[in-house]
């Protein structure tokens, strides 16, 4: 099993930066890629960004544009941690942030209890 627990979400005003962190427990020695989704209120729950252990990233194509710019994802694998560092965030932003992770030889995914992320003046 692994567990993941999210922090860094909150409200800000447009413009403003939030950097989320999700760090994981348990059976971590085999953890390869850990990403960050969003779900927005009625909308379905669309990738981020990911990252792989040796620290390729991607970001989703309706993102790119402006998320290479003004978001970036890192990890630590030291510290079994992934980062999501947003700058310039926009109303359109607002949603719950889940970080997922795919563990072992199978990809197993786990993710995250999700983190309210809420841009608003």
């Known amino acids: 099993q692994v567990q993941l627990v999210e922090s860094g979400g909150g409200l800000v005003q447009p413009g403003g930066s939030l950097r989320l962190s999700c760090a994981a427990s348990?059976?971590?020695?085999?953890?390869?890629?850990m990403g960050w989704y969003r779900q927005a209120p009625g909308k379905e729950r669309e990738l981020v960004a990911s990252?792989?252990?040796?620290?390729?990233?991607?970001?989703?194509?309706s993102v790119k544009g402006r998320f290479t710019i003004s978001f970036t994802i890192s990890r630590d694998n030291a510290k079994n941690t992934v980062y999501l560092q947003m700058n310039s965030l926009k109303p359109e932003d607002t949603a719950v942030y889940y970080c997922?992770?795919?563990?072992?030889?199978?990809?197993?995914?786990?993710w995250g209890q999700g983190t309210q992320v809420t841009v608003s003046s």
């Open positions: 348990g059976r971590i020695f085999n953890i390869n890629a």
């Open positions: 990252i792989t252990s040796s620290g390729t990233t991607n970001y989703a194509d």
């Open positions: 997922k992770v795919l563990y072992g030889s199978s990809n197993r995914p786990y």
